[in-house]
């Protein structure tokens, strides 16, 4: 007899051949794969070998009883049905005990070969159903935590990289997720399997003619060759476009990992599609607010004999908000003004108050104040017309010729001299600006001829995971060598000391005397 594809695997277990036979003949013409066992310990063996959909057992069993078979075979299989078949316990204290210890059902003989196929057919169909619903159940949870993972994710590759990894997780198998950058750059993100490190690769996808909303359709292999797909298998892809001016994206999976209609793959689907709109707009939004603050910053260096000038500024790459740094290098009366400060908070707010100090800060410098007596007046701005705010700031005179250097802070972080190997760093313990409190003096000293001076804000330093006495003695490693080109040195100084993903924005000034 022809057995149909995906049938069922039904494990009889008898000691009696004869009735082993006949049950195992029943079940075949029934159409299910048929394995036999003659006792416990065999019944055992097979089922952790072998694959069994469910087990036809005796009662009465040479080595142990059926009853106790059954317990174990749900201790190792809790999904797998047992029917209990028995010439003897007939009454109804041994038919509630076998149910009572994990038994689906319960035949007593003489059993028709219809009586027995329809109860293989009914505990197959409650368990199917059941598997179903506690696989839809165990891939929704995996869904959410994906889901949880993408809107989370501080960039674009960073979302397909989590997005992969869900969809590898949820469906247990290879998977790849294909979408468009907010500069229309191609990507796909793979991931081999559940446990392996998504990667990223540029792929390229015709989508002529893609309607708006989720659209699945089953492909060759080969169409999607961006990672090692089972063999024997076609793929299943789900495309999903939320706008017109925006480009699809495309999740492929296995197609021997899809249910009907494909629910949670669609779901799936949906939810990276929103989480690539919202990634797009926030991309969109923090290429406008890096671009309003640095038009707020200095748009080129003054050149000075005797000088060399660098600067570096990098906002935060998680906030779409403006944030308070700043610096300043201008020529006045033969004099380099530098500065470098820090207003708190990351908002408009911030970046507006940070071009407010900036602007003062040049205006008293104009009429000539020193360092110290600068500081006085911003501070005195602040406390009158905005009096809820806070920044740090360090100011400072240098004369080209000379080297000399006078320097006044407003509890920013200490300037850092590197000369000749050897690093120094020049501390003035100051109140903030916005803080009533008296001022300490200014203070004065050379910059020697082939030394570099570096300013610089607390996002190049401070770690979650370290102190800022830590992030110094490193800054003070990095800094002990500069390099001839000093925008290379300052280029070095975000590689070495900025994390990845920088939290909180970043400025370096520095200047080196010839």
Known sequence: MTVEAGAATVLVVDDSSPKRYLLVSWLTRAGFVTIEAENGAEALDRVRKDRVDLVV???????????????????????TPVIHVSAHAVDVVDRAQ??????????????????????????????????????????????????????????????LEAAAAGAARIFKSPAAVVAETFDGDCLAGVAAGPEAAPVIVPWTVDDTGLPLGTRVRVDEPGAWDVTAWPADDTVTVAAARLREDRAPLYVVVPT?????????????????????????????????????????????LPEIAGLDLAVRYEPASAQTEVGGDFYELVMLDGHLLMAIGDVAGHSLHAATVMAELRHAVR?????????????DRVNELMRTLLPTELATICLLLLDPGSG?????????????????????????????????????????????????????????????????????AALGAVASRVDDDLDRFCERLLVELAPPEIHDDVAVVAVRRR
């Open 404 to 472: 000399l250097i006078r320097l006044a802070s407003a509890g920013h972080l200490p300037a850092l001299i590197s000369n000749d190997g050897r690093v120094e760093f020049v501390q003035q313990s100051a109140p903030l600006l916005g803080v009533r409190a008296p001022r300490p003096p200014d203070l004065e000293f050379v910059l020697p001829a082939g030394a570099t001076l570096v300013l610089y804000t607390d996002g190049l330093i401070e770690r979650r995971d370290a102190t800022i006495d830590e992030g110094m």
């Open 98 to 159: 076998g149910l009572t210890r994990g038994a689906d059902a319960y035949l007593a003989e003489p059993i028709e070969p219809e009586e027995l196929v329809a109860t293989a057919h009914a505990v197959l169909r409650y368990y199917q159903a059941r598997q179903r619903a506690e696989l839809l159940a165990e891939r929704l949870a995996a869904l959410a935590d994906a889901t949880v993972q993408m809107h989370a994710a501080s960039n674009f590759v960073r979302l």
């Open 256 to 300: 021997a990992t899809q249910t009907v209609r494909t629910p949670v793959l669609v779901q799936l689907a949906q939810a990276i599609a929103s989480a690539v709109e919202a990634q797009r707009s926030f991309d969109q939004e923090h290429r406008i607010a890096v671009t309003l603050q640095r038009s707020l910053l200095p748009r080129r």
């Open 363 to 375: 205006a008293y410098a104009v009429e000539g104040h020193p360092p110290g007596v600068i500081l």
């Open 57 to 79: 057992l005796d009662v009465r069993l040479p080595d142990m009883s059926g009853f106790e078979v059954c317990e174990l075979i749900k201790e190792a299989r809790p999904s």
